[in-house]
Nanobody
Framework: QVQLVESGGGLVQAGGSLRLSCAASGSFFSINDMGWYRQAPGNERELVARISVGGGTNYADSVKGRVTISRDNAKNTVYLQMNSLKPEDTAVYYC???????????????WGQGTQVTVSS
């Protein structure tokens, strides 16, 4: 059973910083792309940032210059460093990972349970 477990959310004042972590555990062959998404009340889930297994990244325009995604392949972990946070960054943040279960079972996308980030003005 593959699981993604997030940590690092919380309440922060505008202009502050948070670092989110997401660790994959369980039985699998390898991890391909990993990413962070967020969903604010009444809104659809949206991409924040993604990172390939080789370290290539892409970011939503709304967070460019304020957010950095990184990964530690040895720890099966992806991070999201968020700086200069704004009230509009308030949302539940979800990590995901495209995980290879081997040639027979193929690749599946897994999601974490979500972690709340609240930015006060």
């Amino acid at each position: 059973q593959v699981q993604l477990v997030e940590s690092g959310g919380g309440l922060v004042q505008a202009g502050g910083s948070l670092r989110l972590s997401c660790a994959a555990s369980g039985s699998f062959f390898s991890i391909n792309d990993m990413g962070w998404y967020r969903q604010a009340p009444g809104n659809e889930r949206e991409l924040v940032a993604r990172i390939s297994v080789g370290g290539g990244t892409n970011y939503a325009d709304s967070v460019k210059g304020r957010v950095t995604i990184s990964r530690d392949n040895a720890k099966n972990t992806v991070y999201l460093q968020m700086n200069s946070l704004k009230p509009e960054d308030t949302a539940v943040y979800y990590c995901n990972a495209d995980i290879s279960l081997g040639s027979f079972f193929g690749t599946r996308r897994y999601w974490g349970q979500g972690t709340q980030v609240t930015v006060s003005s």
